[in-house]
């Protein structure tokens, strides 16, 4: 069986957790608060030989795709966990705990950014968000329950890159005038070129095949100056995952989003043409990777026998997530625009030809 590591609160014994609002460890059981770091230093280590072992035994179990079973240190349930499962809580007691061989050697991560927003925030940025949706059906609001809300700790690998970039276009100016009753064009073609290098730093991609990547991209972004190096204690009370997306699948998202902006910079340069068309594009980039784990809220609600998920940056507050929508509010929607569009056009219309 694997290693697992628990945080027990040393005046009463609970599950330590660490508390975004503090960002302490405090235990939900008698209040007692404690420095992270002085915390983690005050917590037992298992012995060499045993840490040894059960990590060779992590090891072997995760190279035959088997899932991994953890014994809770409070009440003596197995937990079962796939073979990425960083931080859970035991089924039997709720114990949250951690998985230690998860982020050991190779796979420990560089950074990590602590929780800022607890579950009450994720639960009232949930209601806000649903507020002011016009077309949102009117019970959706009543009806759709929250099934579960979970902070997770998100593995993404995080790139520093550089894009050397050399574009060609074709753009051409265009003239119109009139003389003597002829209406003559004129157009200008011109061959403009750009090149230059743009630095990106701590572009994420989303390190984990469970989590979707547009909505993890879509939580973004994250302020990574409020990174600090990981700890372990940092994850006490949280949901975690280690990576299972290597940095080289990763690459390529990373340098995707990069390509477009790059491209978007540089034709933002080209200016005072008409038509403007891109010809060439040659582009290199370099890049750097760390691996860091991110916060997420993860709201699973319920609404007619049908999921909806909704995210929420951890640090930030944003949220973001599918809503359905009434079709009968959409076109109602979509009939008061289109008359009132309608009503300004007539009255400029009626005030231009009061000036003719």
Not at 116 to 124: F, H, I, M, P, S
Not at 146 to 163: N, S
């Amino acid at each position: 069986m694997a290693d697992i590591r628990e945080y027990k609160c040393p005046a009463c014994g609970g599950a330590m957790e660490f508390d975004s609002k503090t960002q302490k460890m405090k235990c939900p059981y008698c209040d007692t608060v404690a420095d992270l770091s002085d915390f983690e230093e005050t917590q037992s280590e298992k012995t060499a030989s045993k840490e040894g072992a059960e990590q060779g035994e992590t090891q072997e179990a995760a190279e035959e795709g088997a899932m991994m079973l953890y014994v809770c240190e409070s009440c003596g349930g197995e937990i079962l966990a796939d073979k990425t499962t960083g931080a859970t809580s035991c089924p039997y007691c709720g114990n949250k705990v951690v998985m230690k061989g998860q982020f050991d050697g190779a796979l420990r991560p560089d950074y990590i950014i602590p929780f800022k927003k607890d579950k009450k925030q994720a639960k009232e940025a949930y209601r806000k968000h649903l507020e002011g949706k016009k077309i949102l059906p009117g019970v959706f609001k009543q009806q759709n329950h929250i099934d579960e809300i979970k902070g997770v700790y998100v593995p993404f690998w995080v790139f520093d890159l550089k894009a050397k970039a050399d574009f060609s276009y074709h753009a051409e100016k265009t003239r119109v005038w009139v003389s003597n009753d002829i209406e003559y064009t004129e157009h200008e073609n011109f061959e403009v070129k750009r090149a230059g290098t743009v630095e990106f730093e701590k572009v994420p991609a989303d390190g984990s095949k469970k989590m979707d990547d547009t909505l993890m991209e879509s939580v973004e972004p994250y302020d990574f100056k409020e990174a600090v190096p990981f700890r372990m204690a940092y994850m006490a009370g949280y949901l975690a995952d280690r990576y299972d997306v290597p940095k080289e699948e990763c690459i390529g998202r990373a340098k995707k989003r990069i390509r477009r902006s790059t491209e978007r910079e540089f034709r933002n340069t080209v200016k005072g043409y008409h038509v403007i068309d891109q010809e060439k594009a040659n582009m290199e980039i370099k890049d750097q990777a760390k691996y860091a784990l991110y916060p997420v809220w993860i709201l699973n609600t319920t609404w007619k026998d049908k999921k909806y998920i909704f995210a929420m940056n951890g640090q930030t507050g944003k949220i973001v997530g599918d809503l359905p929508a009434d079709n009968g509010a959409f076109w109602r929607f979509v009939a008061m625009w289109g008359a009132g569009i309608g009503l300004v056009l007539y009255a400029l219309l009626w005030v231009f030809m009061v000036l003719l």
